[in-house]
Nanobody, 126 residues
Framework: QVDLVESGGGLVQAGDSLRLSCVAS????????MGWFRQAPGKAREFVAA????????DYAGSMKWRFSISRDSAKNTVYLQMSSLKPEDTAAYYC???????????????????WGQGTQVTVSS
């Protein structure tokens, strides 16, 4: 069992930056990936970014690759999502997730992730 707690969301203006944090507890993350997903009202949940815990290799949704950056601090069991040049369309609830890499799903698939945080709201005003 892995518990995930996100923080760092809030109300910002277009062009601002924001860093989300996700603290994992309760289990070892080796052979796991940590991902960030987001869901706007009335829209499907979408993949944002992911990081393989052991290697630190990353993957991004193409549209966010140049503005968002995912990283992890192994000592703190924490994954971060640094977001810059935020746009109103980035407004969504952002979710942290942890998933085992040994299954059949790709790192971008929400089905790969077994554990989810409660989400943190990011609102970007124009």
């Amino acid at each position: 069992q892995v518990d995930l707690v996100e923080s760092g969301g809030g109300l910002v203006q277009a062009g601002d930056s924001l860093r989300l944090s996700c603290v994992a507890s309760g289990g070892t993350l080796s052979n796991y990936a940590m991902g960030w997903f987001r869901q706007a009202p009335g829209k499907a949940r979408e993949f944002v970014a992911a990081i393989r815990w052991s290697t630190g290799s990353t993957d991004y949704a193409g549209s966010m690759k140049w503005r968002f950056s995912i990283s992890r601090d192994s000592a703190k069991n924490t994954v971060y999502l640094q977001m810059s040049s935020l746009k109103p369309e980035d407004t969504a609830a952002y979710y942290c997730a942890a998933g085992w890499l040994g299954g059949v799903y790709t790192i971008r698939a929400s089905d790969m992730y077994n554990y989810w945080g409660q989400g943190t709201q990011v609102t970007v005003s124009s």
